[in-house]
């Protein structure tokens, strides 16, 4: 059982993940949300242990992406907020445990082994796009009916950036910055190519043009 635990105190991370592997899990740290939201969107996880406050990106949001994005992977926060409404976001956002901070490291286990063997290993590797396309998000492949397409770095990326938006315009901006990050060179027709190959799969009325701003997935 593979287990994603995203916490950024470090001394309380060390403590947790020796306990868990001595349990006999394999457990990746994380210890901000946006590497914890990346490497959730490249392996695998049997199940999620989440802090809140962290950097980048607290762990409501980050729960609430991978529920958008069809990723059911059992989740549980690890926190010391403890008021009825930060319970209720919690619920809201996905989650299926809860645990306040400071904690038993026995409760702990006992909590994780219940949530697994209620067999919710639910991990969606393929996340809808439309009636008839499919992303493989573990092998980056599109299936559209019963062709699977591989695509390449950018117009994978591209299109799970616009799955996690779905419904939402995107601005230029924003896709350059989460596709092509910082320090690569991007340009508008390199961006519309990719579209337009996207768009050839998966149906040009299922990605929108937003005039001057960006694009939007229906």
Known sequence: MKILYLED???LSQTVCEFLEEEGFEVV?????????????????????????V???????LL????ASSIETPAMFITSLDSISDLSRAYASGADDYIKKPFALKE???????????????????????????LNILTHELIVDSN???????????LKHLIKRRGECTSFAEIYINVW??????SYMSLRTYIKN???????????????IGYKLV
């Open 181 to 186: 990050g910082y320090e690569e060179t991007h």
């Open 108 to 134: 702990l286990s006992l909590r994780v082994n219940a949530l697994l063997k209620r067999g919710f290993r639910a991990h969606k590797s393929l996340v809808e796009i439309t009636q008839n396309a499919k």
């Open 55 to 61: 950097e980048h990106l607290d762990g409501f949001e």
């Open 9 to 11: 105190d470090i001394n």
């Open 148 to 158: 699977t397409l591989q695509l390449n770095p950018k117009e994978y990326t591209l």
């Open 29 to 53: 740290c994380s210890y901000d949300g946006k590497d914890a939201l990346d490497a959730t969107y490249k392996t695998n996880f049997d199940l999620l242990l989440l802090d809140v406050h």
């Open 64 to 67: 609430k992406e991978l529920r």
């Open 198 to 212: 996207l768009r050839k799969h998966i149906g040009k009325e299922h990605i929108l043009s937003i005039k001057g």
